[in-house]
Structures are given as structure tokens and as C-alpha cells.
């Protein structure tokens, strides 16, 4: 069984918002991506996201893909982002993490070998970005019957009839896009996002997640009155980018702990 369902049972019983954040593993450097993963718990995470390097990662804007390069660079593929999960685990066995990445590097290991790797090293979901509903119906047997969450994408231009599509397919949570365009996008309409979560949420009762164009507590706060997570990625990849050296941990603790902060407030 997955960690994820469990987790947002428990913050919706306190009357929780989840805050999922993204990081790429192998960014900035082989041995950095845990003490990341346990500095986000330590900030106040619920539920991490570990971005798979790939060459070609169309979703993601600059700043995402550069933390791609940097981690391809430093020789991190999907056996060394098992690895680090494993690792995770030798002292964090309850903070769920969802492997976000595309297909091209989980279908080169075979889809059933991946899924039985990655439920032995302590994954709860899989997001593969461009393997769309229509086609994963066989994959996500897969990854469900190895006790991993499929998550799915749903974007501002999602039908109602494919978010219902979606929802037949998808565990954990849903994660639905805010805008129009690639991650790190800036601008942020809340009432239309809060227009599409009530539309998601008729159809799908998994709870909803959104990402993208959140850059801060307040934008977290305003997020968090809407969904059930707030996930952000850019932000914190671009911390970890602008850092200077030895400072990455500290500086991404402290801007979670901001995010933290918002999040909850929209609690009170």
C-alpha cells in the first residue's frame, strides 16, 4: 500500500493542506539530493516529489531543465534515483515520494521491472509526464498492482470528460497544472484555479494538488484555501541553483519553512 491515501487522511483529520515540493535528484550533486530530501521533511514537507533526469524534459521551463543538465552531468540515472530513494529510507519511512519524470528512461528498465525497484526502495507514486491516460491503461496495472500511485496531469484545458478519464486511472492524488505553458510559469489566476479544482473535484475523488506559478507563503496560502496540496518546484530548484556553494540545504529549509508557513495559514 502506498503512503500517499494514508497521508492526506491524516491532514484532512487536523484540517491540513499538504506541501509537496520538487527537486531534482542529482541536483546540485550526486550526494546532495538526501540531505535535501530529509532538510524538506525537517521544513515541514508532506510528501516529496524526486524529479528523474532526462534529456528532453519538454514540461519543464529553463529552470527545471538546467537542474536536469546539471544532474545528467553528474552521471544520475533512474537506478541512481532508486538508490537515493533507498537511502531515504534507511531513516524516513513515512514521508511519502513520487518519482516525477518521463517514459523513455522507465520503459528502457521494463515497466514491471521498474515498478518492483521502485516499491523495494520505498516509492509511493509514479508521475510520468508523457504517458497520457489514454495510454496507461497497461502501465498503470502495473504500477497499481506493485502498490504505486499513477498520478496524472490535468491542465486549465482539460475536458471534463478526460478529467473523468483520468480519475478512473489515477491514485493518490491528482495534480492539476494552474497555467498554460512549461513549470516556472509567473502568473497566477486563483479564481480560475478555484473554478477548475470544483470541476475536477465533481468528477475525481482523489484529493487535488496544484502546481505551478506558486512562489511564495502567499501564493501558497491562496493555493491552499483552494486544493488539498500546494506543489512547488521551480522555486525551490532555483534556490538550489542560485545558492552559493555549501548553502543550497540551509537556503531551501528556509524558503519550505516560508512556504510552510503560508500553507497553513490558510488552515486558521
Do not use: W
Not at 534556490?239 to 529549509?253: D, F, Q, S, Y
Amino acid at each position: 500500500m502506498s503512503r500517499i491515501g494514508p497521508t492526506f487522511a491524516a491532514l484532512k483529520a487536523q484540517n491540513k493542506k499538504a506541501l509537496i515540493p520538487f527537486i531534482t535528484a542529482g541536483d546540485p550533486g550526486r550526494g546532495m539530493t538526501v540531505p535535501l530530501m530529509h532538510a524538506l521533511v525537517e521544513a515541514g514537507v508532506d510528501l516529496i516529489e524526486l524529479g528523474v533526469p532526462f534529456s528532453d524534459p519538454m514540461a519543464d521551463g529553463p529552470v527545471i531543465q538546467r537542474a536536469s543538465e546539471r544532474a545528467l552531468a553528474n552521471k544520475v540515472g533512474l537506478k541512481d534515483v532508486l538508490a537515493m530513494v533507498a537511502e531515504f529510507r534507511k531513516s524516513n519511512d513515512a514521508t511519502p515520494v513520487v518519482l516525477m519524470g518521463y517514459a523513455n528512461p522507465v520503459e528502457r528498465m521494463g515497466y514491471a521491472q521498474f515498478a518492483a525497484a521502485a516499491k523495494a526502495a520505498g516509492v509511493d507514486g509514479v508521475l510520468t509526464v508523457d504517458i497520457p491516460p489514454e495510454e496507461s491503461t497497461g502501465v498503470a496495472d502495473v504500477f497499481k498492482a506493485a502498490g504505486l500511485d499513477p498520478i496524472f496531469l490535468l491542465s486549465p484545458t482539460t475536458p471534463e470528460s478526460r478529467v473523468a478519464q483520468v480519475a478512473q486511472a489515477a491514485g493518490g492524488f491528482v495534480y492539476y497544472v494552474s497555467l498554460k505553458g512549461v513549470t516556472g510559469s509567473a502568473s497566477l489566476d486563483t479564481d480560475e484555479v478555484s473554478r477548475k479544482v470544483a470541476m475536477v473535484r465533481h468528477h475525481c475523488g482523489l484529493p487535488v494538488g496544484v502546481g505551478f506559478g506558486i512562489r511564495d507563503a502567499a501564493s501558497a496560502e491562496a493555493v491552499a484555501r483552494i486544493a488539498d496540496a500546494v506543489v512547488v518546484g521551480s522555486r525551490i530548484v532555483n534556490e538550489i541553483e542560485t545558492a552559493p556553494e555549501g548553502e543550497a540545504v540551509n537556503r531551501v529549509k528556509m524558503l519550505v519553512q516560508d512556504l510552510r508557513r503560508g500553507v497553513d495559514a490558510a488552515s486558521r
